[in-house]
């Protein structure tokens, strides 16, 4: 069975990877040597499954002695390829470029990997010299391969450091046409005509890659050659527009005062359109750095100038945002108001629309504000506030308990809206609507449609109220006809797969996956797949995996495809522990996996920005406490990166929870996150017994994401995996019969975030 077909079978086992590597084929230059001569079939194989499993020492030494033996000149090369990654890994220099350079041969098919990185060990080390020898060979030697790119731009940074102008200045023109490096390359050839004394054609190209994009790095570092050849060159001067990009470039940035002191020269032009744009570009930057006041001066100047500046109607707008930013609602208020009524043409209404709209929310006028977003709404039907200006009517009015105008605004949003994140959850309510207005039918109808429609969250929600086990939507199909032709993967990946070299492979799929106007084929997203699972990168497999489902290449899925792709984005990593403590705790072993994935994406030496560490994310406080009731000695919190400890930490605390709040899946999630007695509190002020309803109306965003998140995940897992029982909990349920003041005696340390 192919490896780069089938990803959930027992492929772990290296012996069935190296078989198949006689049916392989690779190029490359000028030989054009199969990679049929990697052979990876020798005796002792243990030494590759050391090198996966990232223990390079014991790697190295098995490696070594396969040297002592009887070996072929192919199998030696791949001895010493693979070894020379060892000592990279080892940071072992010296041996790491011997091995490396014992391969530079060309009848060797993966040579030009190993020249690669032999150049940039010596790049690394400052060796300028013997860099500039192998990447030229590289560049020479191998002029079809992968590499050849990457290394000719390495080669022209080491002739231009060396103010080599000469010889760094047709590489980098080569790769003017190379979109990667288009930018940086156009940069060089400049950089090397002023070396070379063209000092007028640098200037000139200077200016037009300011003048093309004026947000990245490469525009910082330009601007700086710009003006030092401004300043030592007296016929080179800098026009206003020059000044202006020069201001930009630093406020793209963030350097407000560079930017300030670029604005400034131009700020008392007689060409007043361009004066009042500088005046309204350093307000920007006083808005940056919160010097609101300031800020505000420089917008009235703009305001002053009337109809002769082209920021007028932007300097009102963003004179209001800094009254809000003041915390000053009524001054905003009374700025946004006018703007909106003087200015219909402004392409900023809407932004002043919304702003307004939730300035009078924060106030509590909420007439008011339902109004305002009905205008957004009507005015800029396109905007992108406009999906929540609808969302805000509808819940509104269902607050108010007049269901039939809250229907009609969910529905209205998800009609103009489809696939959007608040259509989705509005179609959702309008089953609901339906049930409190008891026409039963009409919200099964809707709920349906709903559990079908891959709503995220809602869907789950949507199954679980309907009893449904699993989506009854069939993948979407496209005549055979219609799709486009899959391109080959490259062809040494497979071969650097085998070698366990999976970094190379990894960098060689990637390029190849995202490259324009390729459609790849589905081994190249299952054997990136495999190199990320195999380095126990989890969460870059997850990626890939949710790329391929949106890739031509899986528009017509068949069932195995689909379910193999699906449990990659919803794995079951490290599943015996899980369903050993699961069972030990009595907890839904779905649920904890559920869990891991949204509380670290399986990675076990996670560490969050509140310090909750590894699977699990237990905070330290809480992890002591747990260690002292499991009775494990002598705990760090270090120990809570090893994925025993942290999975069995969870399982009990989950347990804990469990026992608060009566098994319920989403009240037991939001605690995990946001703390049991928080969602004590919760559930006691806001006296909401439909669970959809008070999870919307949970106030800290995080939680209210993290519920949805997870139990959208648990459904998943319920899906692919298959059980008996409903995946999550009834759809109207009374908060005040759970008995949760009771047990908050236990002495965990207030929760996981309190």
């Known amino acids: ?69 009887n070996l072929s000149e192919p199998e030696r090369k791949e001895i010493h390829h693979v070894l020379g990654y060892c000592y990279e890994k ?5 041996k790491a470029i011997g091995n490396y350079a014992r391969v530079a041969s060309q009848t060797y098919p993966l040579a030009d990997c190993a020249v690669s990185r032999l150049a940039r060990l010596y790049a690394q080390m400052k060796d300028d010299a013997k860099a500039i020898k192998w990447y030229t060979h590289l560049v020479e030697d191998y002029p079809a391969s992968f590499y050849r790119a990457e290394a000719q731009l390495a080669l022209a940074r080491l002739h231009l450091k060396r103010k080599a102008w000469a010889a760094a200045k047709p590489l980098f023109a080569a790769l003017r046409e190379e979109p990667r490096y288009a930018r940086e390359a156009a940069q060089g050839v400049a950089r ?20 093309a994009n004026a947000t990245d790095a490469i525009a910082e570092e330009t601007l700086g050659r710009f003006k030092l050849l401004a300043r030592t060159h007296k016929r080179l001067t800098l026009t206003t527009a020059d000044r202006l990009i020069c201001g930009q470039v630093f406020l793209n940035r963030k350097k407000w005062k560079l930017a300030v002191a670029e604005f400034q020269r131009i700020a008392a032009t007689k060409n007043l359109k361009l004066r009042g744009q500088a005046r309204y570009l350093m307000g920007q930057a006083y808005q940056g750095r919160k010097w609101y006041n300031t800020a505000i001066k420089q917008y009235n100047v703009v305001i002053a100038l009337g109809g002769k500046s082209d920021y007028l109607t932007r300097a009102h707008y963003q004179k209001a945002v800094c009254y809000r930013q003041k915390g000053h609602l009524k001054t905003a208020t009374s700025q946004l ?3 909106t009524r003087l200015y219909p043409w402004s392409e900023l209404r809407d932004d002043a629309l919304y702003t307004l709209a939730q300035i009078y929310q924060r106030r509590g006028k909420l007439t008011l504000a339902r109004e305002t977003y009905a205008q957004l709404i009507e005015i800029a039907p396109e905007s992108p506030y406009a999906d929540f200006a609808a969302w805000r009517i509808g819940w509104q009015r269902f607050d108010e308990k007049r269901y039939e105008e809250s229907y009609k605004a969910f529905k209205g949003l998800k009609e103009n809206f489809p696939g959007n994140r608040y259509a989705m959850g509005a179609h959702f309510w309008m089953a609901k609507i339906r ?19 891959n709503y995220w969250y809602y869907s789950a929600r949507a199954k679980a109220i309907l009893g449904m086990s699993e989506s009854e939507l069939a993948p979407r199909a496209v005549p055979d006809a219609e799709l486009p032709d899959a391109a080959a993967c490259p062809p040494q990946a497979k071969a650097l797969m085998a070698l366990r070299l999976y970094d190379d492979a990894i960098v060689q799929l990637k390029h190849h996956l995202t490259a ?15 190199c990320y699972e195999r380095q126990a990168r989890y969460e870059e497999a997850r990626k890939v995996a949710e790329q ?59 560490v969050s920005w509140a310090g909750a560490i590894g699977l699990m994310q237990i905070m330290p406080a809480t992890g002591k406490e747990l260690a002292r009731q499991l009775k494990i000695r002598r705990f760090r919190s270090s120990m809570l990166k090893q994925p025993e400890v942290n999975i069995r930490m969870g399982a009990k605390y989950i347990a804990y929870l469990n026992s608060l709040f009566d098994s319920d899946a989403m009240l037991v999630t939001g605690a995990y996150n946001g703390g049991p007695g928080r969602m004590s509190r919760w559930v006691k002020s806001k006296n909401i017994a439909d669970i959809d309803e008070f999870v919307e109306k949970i106030t800290i965003r995080e939680t209210r994401l993290h519920i949805k998140k997870v139990i959208n995940s648990y459904d998943n897992y319920v899906e692919i995996y298959g059980r008996d029982e409903a995946p999550a909990v009834n759809s109207v349920r009374d908060r005040q019969q759970i008995r949760y003041g009771k047990r908050l005696g236990n002495p965990f340390i207030g929760s996981q975030t309190e």
């Open 1 to 69: 069975m192919d490896i780069f077909m089938k990803i959930r079978t027992p492929y772990r086992y290296w012996k069935i990877l190296t078989l198949l590597l006689l049916s392989w084929g690779c190029y490359l230059a000028p030989q054009h040597v199969s990679a049929d001569e990697i052979q990876v079939h020798l005796a002792d194989n243990s030494a590759f499954a050391y090198v996966e499993k990232g223990n390079y020492k014991r790697a190295v030494s098995k490696l070594e002695a396969l040297l002592r033996t």
């Open 90 to 94: 080892l940071r072992n220099r010296p």
């Open 192 to 211: 090397c005509d002023e070396g070379l004394g063209d000092v007028a054609a640098a200037f000139k190209a200077y200016r037009a890659l300011l003048q």
């Open 337 to 339: 108001a006018p703007f």
């Open 435 to 453: 049930e409190r207005q008891s026409r039963p039918e009409a919200a099964r109808e809707i709920y349906t449609e709903v559990a079908e429609a």
């Open 516 to 530: 324009p106007n390729v459609s790849s084929d589905a081994a190249c997203f299952y054997a990136l797949i495999d």
């Open 548 to 606: 391929a489902l949106k890739s031509p290449v899986f528009t017509n899925p068949d069932a195995e495809e689909t379910k193999q792709l699906r449990q990659v984005l919803y794995p079951r990593y490290y599943e015996r522990l899980v369903e050993k403590y699961a069972k030990a705790h009595s907890v839904d072993a779905y649920l904890m996996f559920a869990m891991m994935l949204e509380e670290s994406r399986y990675q076990a030496d996670a």
